[in-house]
């Protein structure tokens, strides 16, 4: 028998997820095989396996990109069970071309 690994991810327009308006979010199963509607699940469940299972680790420290001064918040959310604990991540950068700069494949979608 398996623990299930099956969470919901969103990103979403705004400061925080309980007041920004989700732009989209897709499904993602990780065991007992990859699946959901995630574009790339079986790349997205092997970065949570290398961080047993806590988004907060795949954040990038670093972003390269030059990105514009504006300020127009954008929230990831991740919600569900990594092998049978419940998880919910959240984090919000200034605007979406911090966001693509800092985030991996979990959240390209």
Known sequence: MYAPSAMVLAISQG??????TVQRAV??????????????????CAELRGVNGRPALLIKDSNKR??????????????????GRR???EE?????????GKVTQLFEF
């Open 15 to 20: 400061e925080n997820a309980a007041a920004a």
């Open 27 to 44: 499904t993602l199963r990780c065991n007992p095989t990859p699946g959901g509607d995630h574009p790339d699940a079986r790349a997205a």
């Open 92 to 100: 919000t950068f200034a605007n979406r071309c911090l966001m693509e």
């Open 66 to 83: 030059l990105c514009p001064q504006i300020y127009d918040p954008v929230t990831v959310t991740v919600d569900g069970v990594w092998e």
């Open 87 to 89: 998880i919910s991540y």
